[in-house]
């Protein structure tokens, strides 16, 4: 996998941003950015969801010590209800590209949309899969938001967090039928709102 030639990169220096969480009903979305260092390649980098659990855990922690540069940040859920899902993945995005102590001068975004930023942007479909800085950003971000979701069973373990990660498996609507809903899922969803009795507003 070579990163996607959309520019002509001598000079730049490229962050990959990806997120993850967006789907699931509860817990934060995260974003992830990651400037690679061309003297320390790393093997292996993909699509995260294309690694099992172990390995992406191992890859994360090369990707924290060898990268250049590296920032994880996110929104609550209490944030995607006021902003929208979208806009709040844009943020924490953007929240990632400012967290980084290397400045770069072009973020490489998975997806079809880019976060308003201060430096040039493109966004690339399935990029996850085609640029090795985006292969990272998706590996930090999914690690990440697994370990909070591991931290939000050991609070709620009635959920199930840990098996479905706050995905809307049969399993967590289940959950969420029978035990009502925590402050850590999200009301603007479609089946929290049903269980809050506001599928109608």
């Known amino acids: 996998m070579k990163t996607v030639p959309l520019f002509d990169n001598a000079g730049e220096v490229i962050c990959g941003v990806d997120e993850a969480g967006r789907g699931p009903l509860a817990g934060p979305v995260f974003a992830a950015a990651v ?3 061309p003297a320390k390649p790393i093997a292996g980098l993909r699509d995260s969801k294309k690694l099992s659990p172990a390995r992406r855990d ?3 922690l090369i990707i924290q010590r060898d990268a250049l540069a590296w920032s994880v940040a996110q929104c609550s859920a209490a944030e995607i209800d006021a902003l929208n899902i979208l806009q709040a993945t844009m943020l924490a995005m953007r929240r990632a590209i400012e967290g980084l102590t290397v400045t770069p001068t072009l973020a490489l975004i998975d997806g079809n949309r880019c976060p308003v930023t201060a430096i040039r942007t493109e966004a690339i479909v399935k990029g996850d899969d085609k640029v090795l800085e985006i292969s ?3 590996i930090l971000a ?3 938001r697994d370990a909070l979701l591991l931290e939000m069973h050991a609070r709620y373990p009635q ?3 840990d098996q479905h990660k706050g995905y809307p498996t049969a399993y967590h609507l289940a959950r969420l039928r029978e035990h009502g809903v ?3 899922h999200r009301r603007s969803y479609a089946p929290v709102r ?3 009795g506001g599928a109608s507003s």
């Open 182 to 184: 925590t402050p850590e």
């Open 136 to 138: 990272a950003a998706s």
């Open 142 to 144: 999914k690690t990440a």
């Open 35 to 37: 400037i690679l260092d």
């Open 159 to 161: 959920y199930g967090f």
């Open 58 to 60: 191992e890859l994360a």
């Open 194 to 196: 049903e269980v809050l």
